[in-house]
């Protein structure tokens, strides 16, 4: 009985007049609360689309992959993370309440084989359109860190981006084709497939540990620096860890015939 309440498991063993202390109590030593899994939809073209995306990279090395993507924190973190045991007696800490998460800062960061691309700010107050992304990816991942590469390592390269309406657009196909970035470099991307892309691991990782303990933050600019210290800390392994998973995903995918490969 996933996300049932205590009284209805036990109702279900016909186990009445419990108190809900002592229910609660005897279900930790065997389950924990969780919440559900919040996921897109996915219907059957969908899930053919992601068949054949797994069949067309199911030889790629990918370790000449970049996969990138974008990620927004906010001052606050996200909801129902400030969430965890007390001592008997203690008192809860406070925690400020705040319109929108107290607003928040856009980061895009891209992994390759055991490297991290990044993490990369978007200026506060841009609105990423296929226009203001080109000229983000220019100004960054271009000019900081991809022109430093090899003409071997950039023949090689695939750039993978979700669908996102500026990533996806004609403009910024046509602006990435003409960084070189175009037919097999530019890898296609299946309709709602978050749990494809390793680097959605990677921002689980940073937000745990800048929320951790229910922190909170007082400004953009410090919520940026937690994530640039948390990105710092995460090590080549772990990104390797995370890239060379992408062989058992896209298995997982023909399995269950193009349904969701979870983590």
């Not at 992994?111 to 609105?127: A, M, Q, S, T, Y």
């Not at 990533?167 to 749990?195: F, Q, V």
């Not at 800048?210 to 400004?219: C, L």
């Amino acid at each position: 009985m996933p996300l049932a309440t205590s009284l209805a498991i036990f109702q279900s063993c016909n186990i009445t007049g419990v108190p809900k202390s002592t229910r609660c109590a005897i279900l930790r030593d065997m389950a924990e609360v969780r919440k559900a899994e919040r996921r897109p939809p996915l219907n059957k073209t969908h899930k053919l689309k992601h068949q054949d995306w797994a069949k067309k990279y199911l030889k790629t090395d990918f370790s000449k992959v970049l996969w990138t993507d974008e990620m927004r924190v906010s001052l606050d973190g996200p909801d129902g993370w400030a969430r965890g045991w007390i001592g008997k007696g203690q008192r809860a800490p406070v925690r400020l309440r705040r319109q929108q998460g107290g607003g928040g800062v856009l980061v895009w960061a891209g992994i390759i084989k055991d490297e991290l691309v990044g993490p990369f700010r978007v200026e506060d107050g841009v609105e990423l359109n296929s226009q203001s992304y080109c000229q983000f990816l220019e100004d960054t991942f271009f000019k900081q860190w991809y022109r430093k590469k090899s003409a071997s390592f950039k023949k090689n390269m695939i750039f993978m981006q979700d669908n996102a309406p500026s990533h996806a657009s004609k403009y910024s196909t046509a602006w990435l084709a003409r960084k070189g970035i175009k037919e097999e470099k530019l890898m296609t991307w299946p309709p709602c497939s978050p749990d494809l892309n390793p680097i959605e691991n990677l921002w689980s990782i940073i937000k745990c540990e800048i929320y951790k303990e229910g922190k909170q933050y007082t400004s953009l600019n410090s919520v940026w620096e937690a994530v640039v210290a948390a990105a710092r800390n995460v090590d080549g392994e772990q990104i390797k860890t995370l890239t060379e998973s992408m062989d058992g995903r896209l298995l997982s995918v023909l399995a269950k015939k193009g349904g969701y490969i979870g983590r």
